[in-house]
């Protein structure tokens, strides 16, 4: 779209360009052009834009993709957009702000890439929103103010550099690609933007760490970034030998250290007995038969390299309130089926125990969940689709927060059960194996009620 065609839709839905909602609308087709190339859209692809606006990205887009999502805050823009793509049944369109609008359905949509110019003063909120860890995104371009822009890519050292740069960096690497000029844009800004490039960091480019405590940690030091972070963090370990272990100053301040240094000093606060240790090859099984009957015992090693019948629980915990079921994304470091989802907690079961008391130590381990009533579904016989186990599935009814080990567990999100209906069945590839059956059967106990 060029600036006469711009200004036209801006007359007819009579929209005046609110400086509050930051509306500086791109008119530079040459630059929108360019702008979408760097996302690399490809046929399989569904793509969420926020902030679409009159369009100017949208167009160049909506050719390219398999699904397009556009999310527009302004009311009359969003009616706009109805208006132009009611005949284009792959875009769809959603009043609704990009800061609180529900990501969770472009789970089941992936591959999905993420679009937006978006506003400097909700811009933080909606890139928390989209892209905070585990999310479905795969590749993400933005532009925003250059200020806001140099504020993600900042360092050690920079003026910029705040807890801003570190919630981006922890998951993303991101790359300032083009500076775009006032006047690209209608009504013009008074300074500068920048277009940026977030790829997802490799997850085994650093030890695994609890996104959520050293998000915690940080607020606390950057709330006072002036003062010496030892008075902001816990009394245990001591700050003296925490500091020496990860090689910075007593006196550091927040702003000193970079993101290795604030992973090293996570883990070291740390306080979750397996938040460093995704399994152990020696752990023992009981090895059994085809009756589940105990035949002898072996190491986890053993019993995974020979293919050898065991046992196992899973528990799906679903929340009372709004009948979500929490889903567990898997480590990278697991030794089976890393970087998938799978059951809200799962597990082996200790030569010599027996599933129940498997299932309340997994929850406690897993989630941190200890007073949940456990509800035996079914058993489920050993197959090559649950590893050679013998399962038995339980159901739990929890609220509240969860603990989980940052060895173990990558994130755990809560989805309504009709959306992981849809997600199995267009991308069973994102699951454990042996989730998919015990999501069937729990439906069916379930029925239609909790859809």
């Known amino acids: 779209m060029n600036a006469t065609q711009i200004h036209e839709v801006l007359n007819k839905f009579e929209v005046s360009p609110s400086k509050s909602l930051g509306q500086n609308f791109l008119i530079d087709e040459n630059i929108a052009k360019w702008i979408v190339s760097q996302l690399e859209i490809t046929p399989d692809d569904c793509v969420v834009e926020v902030g679409p606006g009159t369009g100017a990205l949208t167009e160049h887009m909506a050719p390219l993709c398999r699904k397009l999502i556009l999310v527009e805050f302004d009311a009359r823009l969003a009616e706009y957009q109805r208006t132009r793509w009611a005949d284009t049944p792959h875009v769809e369109v959603h009043h609704a702000d990009g800061a609180t609008w529900d990501p969770r359905r472009l789970f089941a949509e992936q591959p999905v890439k993420f679009m937006g110019n978006l506003p400097y003063s909700a811009g933080g909120a909606i890139l928390a929103n989209f892209l905070t860890s585990p999310c479905a995104c795969s590749r993400a371009v933005v532009m925003l103010q250059k200020e806001f822009i140099d504020r993600i890519l900042a360092k050690p050292g920079d003026d910029a550099y705040g807890l801003l740069s570190l919630r981006i960096q922890m998951d993303w690497v991101p790359k300032a690609l083009k500076t775009v000029p006032p006047e690209a844009f209608s009504p013009r800004p008074k300074i500068d933007s920048t277009v940026m490039l977030l790829t997802p960091r490799n997850p085994m480019e650093h030890p695994p760490y609890d996104h959520r405590y050293m998000d915690e940690l940080m607020r606390r030091c950057f709330s006072q970034r002036r003062k010496q972070m ?44 397996l938040c460093d240790v995704a399994q152990k090859d020696d752990e023992l099984f009981d090895v059994v038969d085809e009756n589940d009957r105990v035949l002898h015992q072996a190491t986890r090693k053993e019993v995974h390299e020979q293919g050898l019948i065991h046992r196992a629980v899973h528990i799906l915990v679903f929340s009372k309130k709004t009948h979500d079921c929490l889903l567990q994304k898997r480590s990278a470091y697991k030794d089976r089926h890393p970087l998938v989802w799978d059951s809200s907690a799962a597990g082996h079961l200790d030569a010599g125990e027996d599933y129940e008391t498997a299932a309340v130590r997994e929850l406690k381990e897993e989630l941190g969940i200890e007073d949940a009533r456990l509800i035996k579904v079914c058993t489920i016989p050993p197959s090559e689709a649950t590893g050679m186990e013998h399962i038995t599935l339980y159901a739990a009814l929890h609220e509240g927060k969860v603990h989980f080990p940052a060895a173990e567990i990558e994130g755990v999100i809560p989805f309504p059960p009709a959306l992981i209906d849809r997600w199995l069945e267009r991308r069973p590839q994102d699951f454990a194996s042996s989730f998919a059956l015990c999501w069937r059967e729990v439906r069916q106990m379930l029925g239609d009620s909790q859809g």
Do not use: F, N
Not at 238 to 245: K, N
């Open 230 to 273: 030892r008075k902001q963090l816990p009394d245990t370990p001591d700050w003296e030998y925490v500091s020496e272990r990860i090689g910075v100053p007593y006196t550091a301040r927040a702003e000193e250290l970079g993101l290795a240094e604030w992973i090293q000093l996570t883990r070291a606060y740390d306080t979750h007995p």
